[in-house]
Protein backbone atom coordinates (compact mmCIF):
# COMPACT_ATOMS: atom_id res chain seq x y z
CA UNK A 1 0.00 0.00 0.00
CA UNK A 2 1.32 3.30 -1.08
CA UNK A 3 1.14 6.59 1.49
CA UNK A 4 -1.11 8.25 -1.87
CA UNK A 5 -3.80 5.68 -1.02
CA UNK A 6 -6.31 4.85 1.59
CA UNK A 7 -6.83 1.05 2.42
CA UNK A 8 -10.35 0.71 1.09
CA UNK A 9 -9.64 2.90 -1.86
CA UNK A 10 -9.12 1.67 -5.54
CA UNK A 11 -6.25 3.46 -7.12
CA UNK A 12 -6.33 4.92 -10.37
CA UNK A 13 -3.69 6.07 -12.37
CA UNK A 14 -3.09 7.26 -16.25
CA UNK A 15 -1.06 9.10 -18.78
CA UNK A 16 -1.78 12.69 -19.97
CA UNK A 17 -1.07 13.90 -22.92
CA UNK A 18 -2.15 15.37 -26.28
CA UNK A 19 -2.43 12.89 -28.53
CA UNK A 20 -2.64 10.08 -26.46
CA UNK A 21 -3.62 7.14 -28.59
CA UNK A 22 -0.27 6.53 -29.47
CA UNK A 23 1.07 6.18 -26.11
CA UNK A 24 2.23 2.28 -25.05
CA UNK A 25 1.89 3.22 -21.18
CA UNK A 26 -1.20 1.58 -20.80
CA UNK A 27 -0.18 -1.51 -21.92
CA UNK A 28 2.24 -1.76 -19.47
CA UNK A 29 0.61 -1.14 -16.55
CA UNK A 30 -2.54 -3.03 -17.31
CA UNK A 31 -0.15 -5.53 -17.81
CA UNK A 32 1.48 -5.07 -14.33
CA UNK A 33 -1.82 -4.56 -12.19
CA UNK A 34 -2.86 -7.84 -13.60
CA UNK A 35 0.55 -9.53 -12.94
CA UNK A 36 0.60 -8.54 -9.03
CA UNK A 37 -3.19 -8.88 -8.81
CA UNK A 38 -3.74 -5.19 -8.18
CA UNK A 39 -7.00 -3.96 -8.31
CA UNK A 40 -6.42 -0.57 -9.95
CA UNK A 41 -6.80 1.06 -13.15
CA UNK A 42 -4.78 3.02 -15.53
CA UNK A 43 -6.07 5.28 -18.07
CA UNK A 44 -5.16 7.11 -21.00
CA UNK A 45 -6.47 11.02 -20.81
CA UNK A 46 -6.07 13.39 -24.46
CA UNK A 47 -5.77 16.66 -22.18
CA UNK A 48 -5.38 20.29 -23.97
CA UNK A 49 -2.88 23.11 -22.86
CA UNK A 50 -5.78 25.00 -21.99
CA UNK A 51 -7.26 22.23 -19.56
CA UNK A 52 -4.43 20.90 -17.85
CA UNK A 53 -4.35 22.81 -14.64
CA UNK A 54 -7.96 22.26 -14.18
CA UNK A 55 -7.65 18.72 -14.84
CA UNK A 56 -4.38 17.67 -12.47
CA UNK A 57 -5.89 19.94 -9.67
CA UNK A 58 -9.64 17.45 -10.25
CA UNK A 59 -8.09 14.17 -11.09
CA UNK A 60 -7.04 13.58 -7.03
CA UNK A 61 -10.82 14.15 -5.83
CA UNK A 62 -12.04 11.49 -8.44
CA UNK A 63 -9.33 8.76 -6.31
CA UNK A 64 -6.34 9.15 -8.69
CA UNK A 65 -3.29 9.02 -6.73
CA UNK A 66 -0.86 9.87 -9.62
CA UNK A 67 -0.25 10.44 -13.84
CA UNK A 68 2.07 10.02 -15.94
CA UNK A 69 2.49 12.93 -18.08
CA UNK A 70 3.87 13.14 -21.98
CA UNK A 71 3.84 15.20 -25.15
CA UNK A 72 3.65 18.20 -25.13
CA UNK A 73 2.64 18.72 -20.98
CA UNK A 74 6.23 17.59 -19.53
CA UNK A 75 7.33 20.98 -19.32
CA UNK A 76 4.13 23.13 -18.31
CA UNK A 77 3.69 20.58 -14.99
CA UNK A 78 6.43 22.04 -13.11
CA UNK A 79 4.57 25.15 -12.97
CA UNK A 80 1.68 23.35 -11.61
CA UNK A 81 3.35 21.35 -9.00
CA UNK A 82 4.01 21.81 -5.74
CA UNK A 83 6.67 20.05 -5.15
CA UNK A 84 9.43 19.17 -7.92
CA UNK A 85 12.62 17.27 -7.33
CA UNK A 86 16.14 18.00 -8.29
CA UNK A 87 16.19 16.01 -11.23
CA UNK A 88 13.12 17.36 -12.82
CA UNK A 89 14.34 21.05 -12.19
CA UNK A 90 17.54 20.20 -13.66
CA UNK A 91 16.07 18.22 -16.46
CA UNK A 92 12.91 20.87 -17.15
CA UNK A 93 10.75 18.99 -17.53
CA UNK A 94 8.43 16.20 -14.97
CA UNK A 95 6.75 12.61 -16.94
CA UNK A 96 5.49 11.45 -13.46
CA UNK A 97 3.32 12.95 -11.32
CA UNK A 98 2.16 11.63 -7.34
CA UNK A 99 -0.77 12.94 -5.86
CA UNK A 100 0.45 13.25 -2.17
CA UNK A 101 -2.38 12.66 1.08
CA UNK A 102 -1.73 16.41 2.12
CA UNK A 103 -3.34 17.71 -1.40
CA UNK A 104 0.16 18.37 -3.09
CA UNK A 105 1.50 17.45 -6.55
CA UNK A 106 4.92 15.85 -6.33
CA UNK A 107 6.41 16.24 -10.47
CA UNK A 108 9.12 13.81 -11.13
CA UNK A 109 11.49 12.85 -14.05
CA UNK A 110 12.35 9.34 -14.42
CA UNK A 111 13.22 9.38 -18.08
CA UNK A 112 17.11 9.19 -17.38
CA UNK A 113 16.75 6.56 -14.54
CA UNK A 114 14.74 4.32 -17.35
CA UNK A 115 17.45 5.06 -19.72
CA UNK A 116 20.42 4.01 -17.70
CA UNK A 117 18.59 1.15 -16.09
CA UNK A 118 17.98 0.16 -19.81
CA UNK A 119 21.35 0.74 -20.89
CA UNK A 120 22.88 -1.16 -17.44
CA UNK A 121 20.67 -3.99 -18.65
CA UNK A 122 21.29 -4.16 -22.69
CA UNK A 123 24.74 -3.49 -22.35
CA UNK A 124 25.95 -4.70 -18.98
CA UNK A 125 29.74 -4.81 -19.29
CA UNK A 126 29.69 -0.63 -20.54
CA UNK A 127 31.31 1.35 -17.82
CA UNK A 128 30.47 5.15 -18.10
CA UNK A 129 33.31 6.44 -16.74
CA UNK A 130 35.97 4.93 -19.69
CA UNK A 131 35.16 6.78 -22.66
CA UNK A 132 32.64 9.85 -24.44
CA UNK A 133 29.26 9.30 -24.96
CA UNK A 134 27.73 10.76 -28.43
CA UNK A 135 24.67 12.15 -28.32
CA UNK A 136 22.57 13.13 -31.25
CA UNK A 137 19.52 15.53 -30.26
CA UNK A 138 19.26 18.43 -28.08
CA UNK A 139 15.55 17.78 -26.80
CA UNK A 140 14.03 17.06 -24.13
CA UNK A 141 14.73 13.42 -24.52
CA UNK A 142 18.37 14.66 -24.45
CA UNK A 143 18.25 16.73 -21.07
CA UNK A 144 16.98 13.24 -19.30
CA UNK A 145 19.97 11.69 -20.99
CA UNK A 146 22.57 14.08 -20.52
CA UNK A 147 21.83 14.12 -16.85
CA UNK A 148 21.77 10.42 -16.39
CA UNK A 149 25.56 10.19 -18.24
CA UNK A 150 26.79 12.92 -16.07
CA UNK A 151 25.40 11.55 -12.79
CA UNK A 152 26.69 8.08 -13.54
CA UNK A 153 30.56 9.77 -14.27
CA UNK A 154 30.91 9.89 -18.31
CA UNK A 155 33.63 11.74 -18.24
CA UNK A 156 32.64 13.76 -22.14
CA UNK A 157 29.69 14.43 -24.23
CA UNK A 158 29.64 14.91 -27.73
CA UNK A 159 26.36 17.04 -28.38
CA UNK A 160 25.41 17.26 -32.19
CA UNK A 161 22.01 18.95 -33.39
CA UNK A 162 20.13 19.95 -36.39
CA UNK A 163 19.80 23.82 -35.28
CA UNK A 164 23.75 24.14 -33.21
CA UNK A 165 21.74 26.35 -30.55
CA UNK A 166 19.55 24.11 -29.04
CA UNK A 167 22.63 22.12 -28.75
CA UNK A 168 24.70 25.27 -27.04
CA UNK A 169 21.91 25.61 -24.55
CA UNK A 170 22.40 22.08 -23.20
CA UNK A 171 26.12 22.74 -23.05
CA UNK A 172 24.85 26.42 -21.52
CA UNK A 173 23.33 24.47 -18.76
CA UNK A 174 24.95 21.48 -18.33
CA UNK A 175 28.73 22.76 -17.93
CA UNK A 176 32.11 22.37 -19.60
CA UNK A 177 31.80 18.32 -19.98
CA UNK A 178 29.63 19.32 -22.70
CA UNK A 179 31.31 19.75 -26.14
CA UNK A 180 29.05 20.83 -28.61
CA UNK A 181 29.77 19.67 -32.49
CA UNK A 182 28.16 20.79 -35.78
CA UNK A 183 25.53 18.71 -37.36
CA UNK A 184 27.57 18.20 -40.83
CA UNK A 185 30.39 16.65 -38.43
CA UNK A 186 28.20 14.37 -36.38
CA UNK A 187 29.60 11.37 -37.94
CA UNK A 188 33.38 11.95 -37.41
CA UNK A 189 32.49 12.40 -33.33
CA UNK A 190 31.16 8.80 -33.84
CA UNK A 191 34.95 7.04 -33.84
CA UNK A 192 35.57 8.99 -30.78
CA UNK A 193 32.79 7.33 -28.28
CA UNK A 194 32.36 4.30 -26.27
CA UNK A 195 28.79 5.15 -26.16
CA UNK A 196 26.03 6.49 -28.99
CA UNK A 197 22.44 7.78 -28.03
CA UNK A 198 20.39 9.06 -30.63
CA UNK A 199 17.77 11.16 -28.30
CA UNK A 200 15.98 12.50 -31.73
CA UNK A 201 12.76 11.57 -33.51
CA UNK A 202 15.27 10.83 -37.07
CA UNK A 203 14.34 6.93 -37.56
CA UNK A 204 11.03 7.07 -36.19
CA UNK A 205 7.77 6.02 -38.19
CA UNK A 206 6.84 8.78 -40.05
CA UNK A 207 10.15 10.85 -39.13
CA UNK A 208 12.89 11.86 -41.77
CA UNK A 209 15.59 8.87 -41.62
CA UNK A 210 18.80 9.59 -40.01
CA UNK A 211 21.50 10.57 -42.29
CA UNK A 212 24.34 10.89 -40.21
CA UNK A 213 27.04 8.88 -41.67
CA UNK A 214 27.66 6.11 -39.45
CA UNK A 215 31.04 4.73 -40.62
CA UNK A 216 33.13 5.75 -37.36
CA UNK A 217 30.87 2.79 -35.50
CA UNK A 218 33.57 1.03 -33.82
CA UNK A 219 32.99 -3.07 -32.71
CA UNK A 220 33.23 -2.19 -28.85
CA UNK A 221 31.24 0.74 -29.39
CA UNK A 222 27.66 0.77 -27.24
CA UNK A 223 25.05 1.83 -29.47
CA UNK A 224 21.39 3.00 -28.37
CA UNK A 225 18.38 4.67 -29.76
CA UNK A 226 15.65 5.98 -28.14
CA UNK A 227 13.28 5.32 -30.98
CA UNK A 228 11.22 1.99 -30.67
CA UNK A 229 8.74 2.50 -33.17
CA UNK A 230 10.54 0.30 -35.65
CA UNK A 231 12.68 -1.28 -33.01
CA UNK A 232 14.75 -1.59 -35.29
CA UNK A 233 15.94 1.78 -36.88
CA UNK A 234 18.82 2.27 -39.20
CA UNK A 235 21.16 3.30 -36.50
CA UNK A 236 20.58 -0.55 -34.60
CA UNK A 237 20.64 -2.27 -37.81
CA UNK A 238 24.17 -0.37 -39.11
CA UNK A 239 26.08 -0.88 -35.60
CA UNK A 240 24.40 -4.28 -35.53
CA UNK A 241 26.44 -5.45 -38.94
CA UNK A 242 29.29 -3.73 -37.48
CA UNK A 243 29.45 -5.69 -34.11
CA UNK A 244 28.87 -3.08 -31.79
CA UNK A 245 26.36 -3.88 -28.66
CA UNK A 246 23.15 -2.68 -29.49
CA UNK A 247 20.05 -1.89 -26.75
CA UNK A 248 16.56 -0.89 -28.59
CA UNK A 249 14.49 2.29 -27.11
CA UNK A 250 11.57 -0.12 -25.80
CA UNK A 251 13.37 -0.89 -22.64
CA UNK A 252 13.67 2.84 -21.84
CA UNK A 253 10.16 2.91 -21.68
CA UNK A 254 9.45 0.08 -19.74
CA UNK A 255 12.30 1.38 -17.00
CA UNK A 256 10.92 4.67 -16.48
CA UNK A 257 7.59 3.07 -15.44
CA UNK A 258 8.89 1.36 -12.46
CA UNK A 259 9.20 4.33 -10.16
CA UNK A 260 5.59 5.43 -10.95
CA UNK A 261 4.07 2.34 -10.83
CA UNK A 262 5.46 1.05 -7.22
CA UNK A 263 4.61 4.77 -5.76
CA UNK A 264 0.89 4.25 -6.98
CA UNK A 265 -0.10 0.67 -6.77
CA UNK A 266 2.75 -0.82 -4.45
CA UNK A 267 4.73 -3.49 -6.03
CA UNK A 268 7.65 -2.73 -7.53
CA UNK A 269 7.10 -4.12 -10.93
CA UNK A 270 9.72 -6.53 -13.08
CA UNK A 271 11.12 -5.87 -16.76
CA UNK A 272 11.14 -8.66 -17.94
CA UNK A 273 9.99 -10.79 -21.36
CA UNK A 274 6.46 -9.96 -20.65
CA UNK A 275 6.11 -6.75 -19.99
CA UNK A 276 8.16 -6.31 -23.40
CA UNK A 277 5.31 -8.62 -25.17
CA UNK A 278 2.70 -6.81 -23.18
CA UNK A 279 3.34 -3.48 -25.23
CA UNK A 280 4.67 -4.87 -28.49
CA UNK A 281 0.90 -6.96 -28.67
Known sequence: MTDTQAPSSIPLAGVIGSPISHSKSPQLHRHWLSKYGVRGFYIPMDVAARDLRDVLITLPKAGFVGVNITIPHKEAVLEIADLVT?????????????????????????????????????APKWNPTQGAAAILGAGGASRAVIASLLEAGVP???????????????????????????WVQAGNMLEEASLVVNTSSLGMVGKPEMRVPLDGLRKETVVTDLVYTPLKTRLIETADEKGCVTVDGLGMLLHQAVPGFERWFGPRPEVDREARAAVLR
Open 86 to 122: DRATLIGAANTLIFRKDGKIHADNTDGYGFLENLKAG
Open 156 to 182: EILLSNRTRVRAEKLQSDFGNRITVID
